[in-house]
């Protein structure tokens, strides 16, 4: 075999791990618990084995020696390398540093970050033969609670470490790993087994005479065989009278996994001496069956071929559920940002109707404005006596001390208010919607502002927000007052006062203008309305209420769109993009294409 380094294969299979890592689970929905999982085996399973292995076909073997806690692992790869080079011993379940041993010649294979790139390597305590050798403890496997012990072959801490020993007596071509219990107790070395058997070439499963019924490494063997991954079998520890009838056993077994293919070595269970090596002819059958596949390219070439295209295919047949588990996340932030979105905008419209239908003209507006054009008399008697109204609005709109300006801040209260209870209630709506499912009130739940309520800031943003808009009608009236027929009036009754009886008009410009009903808003509009038509003509009017309510609008859609966004930025932070289920299922058809 060839190392096709840029075959296009390689190419795609990498555009597929892109593919994958973009995918993103962060709801709590259905399928996320497993799809993340199968995210990160997906992920592990091309960075750690599919990608280096087909990057260089040619590389070394790398044989996993997998199986449960005491099934004689470590004892195994002892005596196969001929000294102590892990620790066996089942008394200190801390988390282990798994040992790779292999030949010197082979050392910048492994030693590279190609092979499992997630572990550091370490070398033991000397970097020569005998390095992983543990100084000062045989016959001693210590007691929990030293994991500090200085250079204790495969123990320790780093836990995310392969420590590598050098033999001379490993064949070339060829590595033996010491992987951690696949039924560990502790959780880590569970998961560095998990991942360890996924970048191995061949498994190496060890099963004791005591264990081989047990349930979990049945788990994995019918993974093995799923992935068609190469796998050879040691019977361990059998008592030697006991091997006929447990290995007869096992192979029935074998056979009804899917297994019956599988080499079978029997190692017989001989007393050892303080946990020393198993004497070498009990091993020699395994040992010589190694030495064989290593110096047979085509038999490495076929175990290579089998286990690796059972891995592309696995990860083939893994992909779909990736993609709908990342639909459903989209589905679900869809839902989210849909609730958020129809109860703002019928919070924008619900402010825009109630700042145009009169309904602002009430209590302290009202008041206000009553006693700006005079008293509710004068409001009565509009129908018939218009123009002695003028001449009294003229003279209040002149005689007093500035009463507009308290209907101004009267109108800012009456507007921050009413924009006020409309954000409290989408807030609430939206929250309350959200908390409808378990995702959506994760979301609330999450650190950051709290979503329940407005902005902090609301009050004051919205306060400005309206007097840039009163300051925008002032403005109106000062242009529109430049006009030379109208300039003498507006100066007659101020800028202000005209101003702030341009809003009045605006908030009743769909309650009382038309004239048919009036009720108490449309009648006090109305006086406005009379007043700036003597100003301005009917048609300006129309046109200055019309650019002052868009103006209003546009502000109020601004502040309330504001305060959606929180949410919806919330959703944004999720980093669910939509594009992934297509660029996904393209990477895998590619890479399906190519296999
Ligand atoms: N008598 C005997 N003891 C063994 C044999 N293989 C392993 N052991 C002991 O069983 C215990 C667990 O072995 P170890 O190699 O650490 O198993 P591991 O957990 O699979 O790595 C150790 O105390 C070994 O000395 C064997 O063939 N004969
Ligand atoms: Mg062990």
Not at 299 to 313: D, F, K, N, S
Not at 337 to 362: K, N, P
Not at 543 to 560: G, I, Q
Request: aromatic share 4%.
């Amino acid at each position: 075999m060839t190392a096709p380094a840029s075959s296009p294969l390689l190419a795609a299979l990498d555009q597929l791990r892109v593919a994958v890592a973009s995918c993103a689970f962060p709801l709590e929905l259905p399928a996320a618990h497993q799809a993340r999982r199968t995210q990160q085996s997906v992920t592990d399973q091309l960075s750690d084995y599919i990608l280096p292995r087909l990057s260089r076909l040619d590389a070394p073997l790398l044989v996993v020696v997998g199986g449960s806690t005491g099934a004689g692992k470590s004892t195994l790869v002892n005596s196969l390398v001929g000294r102590r080079v892990s620790q066996p011993g089942v008394l200190r379940p801390t988390t282990r540093s798994p040992v790779l041993v292999l030949n010197p010649e082979d050392r910048a294979w492994f030693a590279s970050n190609r092979v499992l790139p997630g572990l550091a390597r370490t070398t033991g305590t000397t970097g020569t033969a005998g390095t992983a050798e543990t100084p000062g403890t045989p016959g001693t496997p210590g007691t929990p609670g030293t994991p500090g012990t200085p250079g204790t072959a495969g123990d320790g801490t780093a836990g995310n470490s392969l420590q590598l020993a050098t033999d001379e007596t490993v064949p070339l071509g060829l590595a033996l790993l010491d992987a951690p219990d696949v039924d560990s107790v502790v959780t880590e070395n569970r998961e560095m087994a998990d991942q360890l058997l996924a970048a191995a070439d061949l498994w190496l499963f060890v099963t004791s005479a005591a264990r081989y019924a047990d349930a979990v490494p049945w788990g994995f063997l019918r993974r093995a065989v799923e992935r068609t991954v190469a796998v050879a079998l040691v019977l361990d520890r059998v008592a030697p009278q006991a091997i006929d009838e447990i290995s007869a056993h096992l192979r029935e077994m074998l056979d009804e996994q899917g297994l019956g293919q599988a080499p079978l070595f029997v190692v017989p269970e001989v007393p050892l001496h303080h946990q020393g090596p198993i004497p070498l002819n009990a091993v020699m059958p395994l040992r010589i069956w190694l030495g064989n596949l290593a110096a047979d390219s085509a038999a490495r070439a076929a175990v290579v071929r089998q286990t690796l295209e059972g891995a592309i295919v696995h990860l083939i047949g893994s992909t779909p559920s990736l993609v709908s588990a990342h639909v459903e996340q989209l589905d679900a932030i869809g839902r989210l940002r849909a609730d958020a979105d129809r109860i703002y905008r019928a919070a924008g419209a619900r402010v825009t109707e109630g700042t145009a239908d009169g309904s602002l003209l009430r209590g302290e507006v009202l008041a206000r404005w009553q006693e700006f054009v005079g008293t509710g008399e004068l409001l009565r008697s509009l129908e018939r006596r218009i123009g002695w109204l003028r001449d009294k609005l003229s003279a209040a709109l002149r005689g007093r001390p500035a009463p507009e300006n308290e209907l101004t801040e009267a109108v800012e209260t009456g507007l921050e208010a009413m924009l006020r209870a409309a954000a409290e209630s989408a807030a609430e709506q939206t929250s309350a919607a959200w908390r409808q499912t378990p995702a959506g009130t994760a979301l609330l739940e999450q650190d950051g502002p709290a979503l329940e309520y407005i902005s902090p800031d609301f009050r004051e943003t919205a306060s400005r927000a309206i007097r840039d808009w009163q300051g925008y009608v002032m403005q109106l009236v000062r242009e529109e007052g430049s006009d030379k027929r109208s300039v003498a009036r507006v100066l007659a009754y101020g800028v202000n006062g005209i101003g702030v009886t341009l809003m009045i008009v605006v908030f009743a410009s769909t309650a009382g203008i038309t004239g048919a009903e009036f009720g108490v808003a449309g009648g006090t509009a109305v006086v406005g309305q009379k007043l700036l038509e003597a100003i301005f003509g009917d048609q300006a009017v129309r046109t200055l209420a019309a650019r002052a309510r868009k103006n209003l609008d546009a502000r109020v859609e601004a502040l309330l769109g504001a305060e959606l966004l929180r949410y919806l930025q919330r959703l944004d932070a999720l980093g669910v993009y939509p594009d992934v289920p297509e660029r996904l299922a393209a990477a895998t058809d590619a890479a399906a294409a190519l296999r």
